[in-house]
């Protein structure tokens, strides 16, 4: 398509990330104690200190008890992949996770994740760059549509094969069965995760979780 | 959603006394699935919770001893469900767990939790113009003649007709099993039969448990009738969803004919509901289809449908039969 009338970008671009995450105050950044009264505290500032390591990231954090590890994630550490999607544990759009294992970050308080390793879909790529198995094979098979549901399928997904339930068609779908997508990228989503689930494996050894 | 205060004890005792201390208004808190979710939506408003997964040594699965199997209250319902002793002598268990819910839930939820969770019906979860007993108490029952294809039609109530939501208690309760409890005036052991109340006119009255009463471990008798059993669960997609009619089965054959049976079924009723004149219909008989056909509709026996869930009935009747039969072929 042609847009003639389109201005050279101005640099910096704000884009709608950006311009989201600016609105927050405080965001990506750990808070100290001291902090959590300030007027243009983040949100979540509370009086539970929490102690936890977000892709390898240490955070000391003082939260309130009734802000979900989701909300902290997105609002106060800027990490806006998990998606809110229902905010019931009912779609798995929020999936991240919590030592080790999936869990619905929207229905775990914050809080409780103190001391532990919380790993979101930031954190899976290498070092690099280059894509985990799992976000790679989604892009082969074209696993998604509009893609909001996306980041909570993979580490699903990642979950999934190092659980051991990768070994069937029938036992993905049952084990994916948390994770809706409205798009309807099922199929595509099915031949992702068998085709990484051997890569993961022959990378990780089985049980790797 | 409210702010609360934040509790963390170390032991089940110290749990029991924070409680103790607490103004009117603490909940304890475990995987959070259930009461979190509540909270957001405004049903559970606990000033305080407690919450116990930080307690030492309650999420240990116990099969040491011959007679029983002990499972700690904090085990997550997916380390139950894979368990080797719970997937050998109790496959209905391990299968109500599966069927339960999504991976991620069952890595977050216990047992514990999990046989306290409260109902699905939308008008105990919706905003306080429904009316709602259970929720709000003498506002009456909005399901009664509203949409009730879900709710029950065995147990139920002038005041509700709630179902009682979860899979694995139904298990349980085939497997006669038992938890223990703590609290400021000691540890009791409580049938998991009879942990749920009938709603009667104080539907807002769920377990026969106090507030204070923290579940610590459920124990199951071991024993031969458990491994020839099965969870078998209708539901209106095939993963993911909550049970329209459940059956956990358990036979134990001799010869050909039918040493014990148990029956308990979920989905339908206010409570998890044990059959028992239907597995006594079944004892001395050889296993028929036909047979588990009568045992069935025994089962059924007194059911009361609504205007919408009177499919309930057939499709209960079927769930069981097929139940027993596949249960037959494990035995």
């Not at chain 2, 205060?5 to 103790?20: D, H, I, K, M």
Request: proline share 6%; net charge positive.
């Amino acid at each position: 398509m042609n847009h003639p009338s389109t201005p050279p970008p101005a640099a910096p671009q704000l884009n709608r990330r950006t311009f989201m995450m600016s609105t927050a105050a405080g965001a990506g950044v750990a808070v100290s104690p001291h902090a959590a009264a300030a007027p243009d505290a983040p949100p979540h500032a509370g009086t539970q200190p929490t102690q936890v390591s977000v892709n390898g990231q240490p955070h000391a954090l003082m939260l309130e008890p009734r802000a979900s590890l989701l909300d902290v994630l997105r609002e106060q550490l800027g990490l806006t992949g998990a998606k809110k999607g229902c905010d019931h544990g009912q779609c798995g759009a929020c999936t991240v996770h919590l030592d080790g294992r999936r869990v619905a970050s929207c229905l775990t308080l914050a809080v409780k994740a103190d001391g532990c390793a919380v790993t979101t879909i930031e954190g899976i790529a290498a070092a690099d760059g280059t894509l985990h198995p799992m976000q790679q094979s989604f892009v082969d098979h074209d696993a998604l549509q509009c893609g909001y549901c996306t980041p909570g399928q993979v580490m699903a997904a990642i979950a999934c094969v190092r659980e051991g339930h990768a070994t069937s068609d029938a036992q993905i779908r049952e084990s994916m069965s948390g994770n809706l997508c409205r798009c309807g990228a099922y199929a595509g989503i099915l031949e992702a995760i068998r085709e990484a689930a051997p890569l993961m494996l022959r990378r990780e050894g089985p049980r790797h979780a | 959603m409210r702010d609360l205060a934040y509790l963390r004890p170390r032991s089940t005792g110290e749990a029991v006394q924070l409680f103790a201390r607490q103004p009117i208004g603490a909940r304890y808190f475990a995987g959070g699935t259930t009461l979190f979710d509540l909270m957001k939506l405004g049903v559970e408003a606990p000033a305080t919770v407690i919450d116990v997964t930080r307690i030492e040594g309650l999420a240990n699965i116990d099969a040491s001893e011959r007679g029983e199997l002990r499972i700690g209250a904090l085990a997550a319902m997916s380390e139950v469900a894979e368990h080797a002793v719970v997937l050998r002598e109790f496959p209905a268990l391990s299968e109500s767990l599966w069927q339960a819910a999504s991976q991620q839930l069952r890595n977050m939820a216990t047992v514990g939790g999990n046989l306290l969770q409260r109902t699905r019906c939308a008008y105990f979860r919706g905003s306080p113009e429904f009316a709602c007993n259970k929720r709000q108490p003498g506002s009456g029952c909005a399901a009664l003649g509203g949409q009730n294809r879900g709710h029950a039609v065995l147990g139920g109530s002038e005041a509700c007709v709630a179902v009682y939501p979860g899979d694995m208690a139904v298990a349980l309760t085939a497997f006669d099993a038992v938890v223990d409890t703590l609290s400021p005036r000691g540890e009791r052991t409580v049938p998991v039969r009879e942990l749920q109340r009938a709603p009667g006119a104080t539907p807002h009255l769920e377990t026969v448990l106090a507030a204070d009463e923290l579940i610590v471990r459920i124990r199951i008798p071991r024993g031969p009738v458990g491994r020839a059993s099965t969870y078998h669960k209708v539901r209106d997609r095939e993963s993911y969803a909550f049970a329209l009619a459940s059956a956990a089965v358990a036979v134990q054959l001799q010869g050909q004919r039918v040493a014990d049976a148990r029956i308990a079924l979920g989905g339908v009723a206010t409570r998890p509901w044990r059959a028992t004149e239907a597995e006594r219909s079944l004892r001395g008989l050889p296993l028929t289809r036909a047979a588990a056909r009568r045992a069935a509709e025994l089962a059924f026996t007194g059911a009361q449908p609504l205007e919408h869930n009177a499919f309930k009935v057939a499709l209960g009747i079927e769930t069981v039969t097929d139940a027993l039969m596949l249960a037959k072929d494990r035995s």
